[in-house]
């Protein structure tokens, strides 16, 4: 015995161990209240998983026991597009007679001795980089990015309608989602049970109230913010007589562009900060 009067032999569980042992509890726990005549439906409710789930717990404890509970392996029992091992033996002999060819160079000479069932090019450079015979190199050229930005807050805002907001309810809802573009400060964040043109430029309004007005804004070419590709002839909707009436010029993103936007669309824009 130790010192503390415990015996040795009895090692401590460790933390998945606990866990395998806890998960095969609550699951013979399920099952039992399904056995004694609990619906399925109120078990899963009860335990946070679908009726599937107490399902299938049940069918493994009849046909295995408890120990049909227990995870089982996800790994699937055949791998038919799993290369030949003959062949990755191949490849890594190969590459070790010749140091300086690659992926590319492998799969050619492979082609030739194999015709057609030489393995792609990608799975030559997975083989390679499994086998530890792809050396790391550090980008040699870093790509430089230039931020398109003004030269100074409130001369643009981007402003966009984003969808996937819940309420309680279940009700999926709308946010319009404002940024500046110099700070990248968040100048709007309202959520909009009914994404109407109203509700766009009342929620615009408020955190002009608040913030102040920009110059300009940027948005997609959504019915909330444009009237221009409405049919039969354009019109004139809220939000755009709301940028005039406060002196805003509206600049429309191209369609399907995010509105961090590309360089044509700066471009057109003008010289930033021109205003």
Not at 164 to 193: N, Y
């Amino acid at each position: 015995m130790d010192a503390d009067g415990v015996g040795s032999s009895q090692e401590r569980e460790s933390d998945a161990q606990i866990m395998a042992r806890v998960t095969l509890e609550v699951r013979l726990r399920a099952v039992l209240e399904v056995t004694d005549g609990a619906r399925v439906i109120d078990v899963a409710e009860r335990y946070g998983v679908s009726r599937q789930t107490v399902t299938a717990w049940r069918k493994r404890y009849e046909a295995s026991g408890v120990d049909g509970l227990s995870d089982r392996s996800r790994r699937p029992h055949s791998s038919p597009t799993r290369i030949d091992p003959a062949v990755e033996a191949l490849i890594c002999e190969m590459r070790r007679q010749h140091r300086r060819w690659g992926a590319r160079r492998l799969t050619y000479e492979l082609s030739r001795q194999l015709d057609s069932t030489a393995p792609s090019r990608s799975t030559i450079h997975r083989v390679l980089v499994r086998n530890g015979l792809v050396n790391p190199q550090q980008q040699q050229h870093k790509r430089k990015y230039r931020r398109w930005a003004r030269e100074a807050p409130m001369h643009l805002w981007q402003l966009d309608l984003v969808g996937g907001i819940f309420l309680s309810d279940g009700r999926e809802c709308k946010m319009l989602t404002g940024i500046d573009d110099h700070s990248r400060f968040v100048v709007v964040a309202a959520v909009l049970p009914t994404p109407s043109g109203h509700a766009v430029s009342d929620a615009f309004i408020t955190a002009m109230n608040r913030w102040g007005v920009p110059f300009e804004v940027l948005t997609d070419n959504g019915k909330q913010f444009t009237g221009k590709h409405t049919r039969p002839l354009p019109v004139e909707v809220l939000f755009e007589r709301t940028c005039r009436e406060y002196g805003i010029t509206r600049h429309p993103c191209r369609v399907r562009r995010h509105l961090r936007c590309s360089v044509g669309d700066r471009r057109a824009e003008g010289t930033p900060g021109s205003r």
